[in-house]
């Protein structure tokens, strides 16, 4: 049997799928337009704002690393964010394949494999204090500023902060396993 390699996989499907919430929010997008002023408090929640919100929570590391280009370049068409984003979601989704077919810090021999380590455990560290703070942040703004949503509202209102929440968690622990991996190599058992 064949072992599937994810990083041909991965940016595939996941940038077809990507593709495909590009094209519902430009549909939505062109509703909301033709609707202009009707809505008095904006659209509604489903599906009008919830396709970015889905599209942000699977991808938010390529939203985030293209966010300073994006605003460089002060795109106004939706397009052309398209354009910008599609790629970095493509290119995340191959490193996330290749580190999940060869491992976080791949197969090569480190001169100093426990200052690396160490170096995993603080960013694994700071990775959990971030999601710890996002999730708190949003969290108040949430009790803030929509005390009385209805569930389903509130659930896709809280995709903003869960999407970074879970790439943090997930990153910190791929660098705590490939820590102690290398911690094991530094130290063998005698």
Same mark, same amino acid.
């Given at each position: 049997m064949r072992r599937v390699r994810y990083r041909f996989v991965l940016p595939v499907v996941l940038g077809f799928l990507s593709l495909v919430f590009f094209i519902w929010e430009h549909q939505n997008?062109?509703?909301i337009e033709s609707m202009g002023m009707a809505w008095d408090t904006g659209p509604p929640m489903w599906p009008y704002q919830a396709v970015p919100l889905f599209s942000y929570a699977l991808n938010a590391p390529a939203y985030i690393a293209c966010w300073p280009i994006i605003k460089l370049i002060d795109a106004r068409a939706d397009w052309i964010e398209y354009a910008i984003w599609l790629p970095a979601i493509?290119?995340?989704?191959w490193w996330v394949g290749t580190r999940i077919d060869f491992g976080l810090l791949g197969r090569r021999k480190y001169v100093?494999?426990?200052l690396v380590a160490v170096s995993m455990f603080v960013g694994a560290l700071v990775l959990l204090i971030l999601s710890?703070?996002?999730g708190v942040g949003e969290y108040r703004l949430f009790r803030y500023y929509w005390p009385a949503q209805r569930a389903i509202n509130a659930a896709i209102i809280l #995709?903003?902060?869960i999407g970074p929440i879970l790439w943090c #968690? #997930?990153?910190a622990r791929a660098s705590i396993r490939s820590a102690f991996h290398l911690w094991g190599r530094a130290f063998p058992e005698a």
């Open positions: 997008n062109r509703v493509t290119a995340m989704w100093h494999p426990r710890v703070n996002i #995709l903003r902060a #968690l #997930l990153f």
